[in-house]
């Protein structure tokens, strides 16, 4: 493993994968004074159960060879603090943690000094920006959780302190991953020509609509259309919202997300040589297996590009919602955010 990065190797891999690294020689299992053996996991908010599934997935005593040897060694349980579904889960999932082998620390400072690497996975969005300059500040390799922030300008001031720092740095919901959406992003259909995707959207008062559940659906649409969207409408009702996005070339994909029926994840992809199906959810293994290998490589699986575009496509949406459905410009919405 290459444990030199200069200058012009960050630019170019930069351009490339968003913010893709070297990552240091402390995470070369042969040179790992703690354990030659073990790659130490840190886990920041115990509000969410992904931290409970990526918990058990790498600390299981028969744990995929595919994690090469990651385990979860310490926790800061703090997560939102005026979310109620987040704050009443956590000491619950403390006590789950714990019984795995996880110890339980006071503060994200105490956190750093004893873990390689980090999953930012504090549910509250808003909380994001201020605990991921902690970690890129003593850069360590850094996943977050969806939302990657609560809005596109925090999401922006990550990006920037990561690249300013030198510090690899990714987020992505796990239906990203899903063998479906990554074989029509692969070709499967050749061109993608339009998508319809879905997936629930339920809403929380303290973060932007989509944010906090439809990004979901929002992602698997980009995970198959790729960047390129130009122009957002939305139509909303207290059970459904209907979010249609124009692409380069007149190519359109729409996002629906429901708040009522039975919920689901999906959605179909047209292309030039056919339709394929998008689903069903794979669950978290896939998506641990990418944040693994980006840990190893230093190389984020989604561009800090496409996750900007994300969030600015959820803000468009927010706002075509409050001007009456009217189309409002991504390019706008990406200047109104760097002002």
């Given at each position: 493993?290459?444990?030199?990065?200069?200058?012009?190797?960050?630019?170019?891999?930069?351009?490339?994968?968003?913010?893709?690294?070297?990552?240091?020689?402390?995470?070369?299992?042969?040179?790992?004074?703690?354990n030659k053996l073990q790659k130490r996991?840190?886990?920041?908010?115990?509000?969410?159960?992904?931290?409970?599934?990526?918990?058990?997935?790498?600390?299981?005593?028969?744990?995929?060879?595919?994690?090469?040897?990651?385990?979860?060694?310490?926790?800061?349980?703090?997560?939102?603090?005026?979310?109620?579904?987040?704050?009443?889960?956590?000491?619950?999932?403390?006590?789950?943690?714990?019984?795995?082998?996880?110890?339980?620390?006071?503060?994200?400072?105490?956190?750093?000094?004893?873990?390689?690497?980090?999953?930012?996975?504090?549910?509250?969005?808003?909380?994001?920006?201020?605990?991921?300059?902690?970690?890129?500040?003593?850069?360590?390799?850094?996943?977050?959780?969806?939302?990657?922030?609560?809005?596109?300008?925090?999401?922006?001031?990550?990006?920037?302190?990561?690249?300013?720092?030198?510090?690899?740095?990714?987020?992505?919901?796990?239906?990203?991953?899903?063998?479906?959406?990554?074989?029509?992003?692969?070709?499967?259909?050749?061109?993608?020509?339009?998508?319809?995707?879905?997936?629930?959207?339920?809403?929380?008062?303290?973060?932007?609509?989509?944010?906090?559940?439809?990004?979901?659906?929002?992602?698997?649409?980009?995970?198959?259309?790729?960047?390129?969207?130009?122009?957002?409408?939305?139509?909303?009702?207290?059970?459904?919202?209907?979010?249609?996005?124009?692409?380069?070339?007149?190519?359109?994909?729409?996002?629906?997300?429901?708040?009522?029926?039975?919920?689901?994840?999906?959605?179909?992809?047209?292309?030039?040589?056919?339709?394929?199906?998008?689903?069903?959810?794979?669950?978290?293994?896939?998506?641990?297996?990418?944040?693994?290998?980006?840990?190893?490589?230093?190389?984020?699986?989604?561009?800090?590009?496409?996750?900007?575009?994300?969030?600015?496509?959820?803000?468009?949406?927010?706002?075509?919602?409050?001007?009456?459905?009217?189309?409002?410009?991504?390019?706008?919405?990406?200047?109104?955010?760097?002002?």
């Amino acid at each position: 493993m290459n444990r030199k990065f200069g200058r012009r190797s960050f630019i170019s891999t930069a351009v490339a994968g968003g913010i893709g690294l070297s990552i240091p020689g402390y995470l070369n299992a042969s040179s790992a004074p703690h354990n030659k053996l073990q790659k130490r996991v840190g886990i920041i908010g115990l509000d969410t159960s992904h931290s409970i599934a990526f918990t058990k997935a790498l600390n299981s005593e028969g744990a995929s060879a595919d994690y090469q040897g990651y385990k979860v060694v310490a926790a800061y349980p703090k997560g939102s603090n005026d979310i109620e579904s987040s704050v009443k889960r956590i000491p619950e999932y403390t006590d789950t943690v714990k019984k795995l082998g996880v110890e339980i620390v006071n503060s994200i400072s105490d956190l750093l000094k004893k873990c390689d690497v980090i999953l930012l996975e504090t549910n509250d969005g808003r909380l994001h920006l201020q605990q991921a300059l902690e970690v890129i500040k003593a850069r360590k390799p850094l996943f977050i959780d969806k939302p990657i922030a609560a809005s596109l300008k925090d999401a922006m001031a990550i990006f920037e302190a990561a690249e300013r720092n030198q510090v690899p740095v990714f987020s992505s919901s796990s239906l990203r991953f899903m063998s479906s959406a990554q074989e029509v992003a692969k070709g499967k259909v050749g061109k993608v020509l339009g998508a319809d995707c879905y997936s629930p959207a339920y809403l929380e008062k303290t973060h932007p609509d989509l944010f906090w559940y439809g990004i979901h659906g929002v992602e698997t649409l980009f995970t198959v259309m790729g960047t390129g969207c130009k122009e957002v409408v939305r139509v909303y009702t207290p059970d459904t919202d209907l979010v249609a996005g124009t692409w380069e070339g007149g190519r359109i994909g729409t996002f629906r997300g429901t708040r009522s029926g039975k919920s689901g994840y999906g959605g179909i992809a047209f292309g030039e040589n056919g339709t394929a199906a998008l689903g069903p959810f794979d669950g978290y293994d896939v998506l641990l297996v990418e944040i693994i290998r980006f840990f190893e490589t230093g190389i984020p699986p989604v561009s800090s590009k496409e996750t900007l575009e994300i969030c600015a496509f959820m803000e468009a949406a927010d706002e075509s919602k409050s001007k009456g459905g009217v189309p409002v410009s991504i390019d706008a919405i990406m200047k109104k955010a760097k002002a």
